[in-house]
């Protein structure tokens, strides 16, 4: 098997580093858009992460394992982006769960209301007719 020539190690290694990069400003986007977002925003940050996690996997097909020493700078910067991206992923997962958590208590509330609040009845006043009808 030959060995990538150096000109397209670097250019892998830097749409890695690129799509990594836009990978952690979704998941910045979606953690701040979490409270304040619609369900299809989230939706739609939902399937563009997993559009770059998708283009990202195509990509380490065929990537060496080990990198050369020569590209050390932009491998760096590959694991500090990945750190990041991981880090986020985490936060993210605890937002959600938390989300998910307040959005159980509400559906129980609701659910259990229903006997709790039963619908006021219409009370009908006789006295209010005859008065009316005097006028």
Excluded: W
Aim: hydrophobic share 35%.
């Amino acid at each position: 098997m030959a060995s990538p020539s150096p000109f397209s190690i670097d250019e892998l290694l830097s749409q890695r580093l690129a799509l990594l990069r836009a990978l952690a400003d979704s998941l910045e986007q979606a953690q701040a858009a979490l409270v304040t977002t619609t369900p299809e925003k989230l939706d739609q940050q939902t399937s563009r992460q997993r559009e770059l996690c998708r283009l990202l996997c195509a990509l380490t097909i065929g990537f060496p394992q080990t990198q050369p020493r020569d590209h050390s700078g932009l491998a760096d910067d590959l694991q500090e982006t990945a750190r990041r991206v991981r880090d986020l992923n985490r936060k993210y997962a605890v937002l959600l769960r938390r989300q998910r958590r307040t959005v159980d208590i509400f559906c129980r509330v609701l659910a259990s209301s229903g006997t709790t609040y039963p619908a006021p009845k219409l009370v009908s006043r006789p006295d209010l007719k005859a008065t009316k009808s005097k006028v």
